[in-house]
């Protein structure tokens, strides 16, 4: 069984940024394509951003372009993601997950696996 930990969450003013962490367990990591969600109070869970295995393709919702970034380092076993130019509307609690199977749609998460326990993220004005 998969493990994966976020970590980096926190209180941060508009304007301000963050990186989050997630590490995941086991020796199959690089095999993997990694996502991560968020979900405000009373909101369904929301795509954030993917990444390929090797770190070659990445995909981002249109409410984070160009603020956002995905990467990872599979010798770290390690995921993050990069918020800048934060805004209120990007509180949530925000979630890593793993796809085993490399599925092509990347925005659904019933294509992933595992999913980490979530890190809180407020950003107050």
């Known amino acids: 069984q998969v493990q994966l930990v976020e970590s980096g969450g926190g209180l941060v003013q508009a304007g301000g940024s963050l990186r989050l962490s997630c590490i995941a367990s086991?020796?199959?990591?690089?095999?993997?394509?990694m996502g991560w969600f968020r979900q405000a109070p009373g909101k369904e869970r929301d795509f954030v951003a993917a990444?390929?295995?090797?770190?070659?393709?990445?995909s981002y919702a249109d409410s984070v372009k160009g603020r956002f970034t995905i990467s990872r380092d599979n010798a770290k076993n390690t995921v993050y993601l990069q918020m800048n130019m934060l805004k209120p509307e990007d509180t949530a609690v925000y979630y890593c997950?793993?796809?085993?199977?490399?599925?092509?749609?990347?925005?659904?998460?019933?294509?992933?696996?595992?999913w980490g326990q979530g890190t809180q993220v407020t950003v107050s004005l």
């Open positions: 997950a793993a796809d085993k199977y490399n599925s092509n749609r990347v925005r659904d998460p019933g294509q992933y696996d595992y």
């Open positions: 086991g020796r199959a990591f690089s095999t993997y394509s």
């Open positions: 990444i390929s295995r090797f770190g070659s393709i990445t």
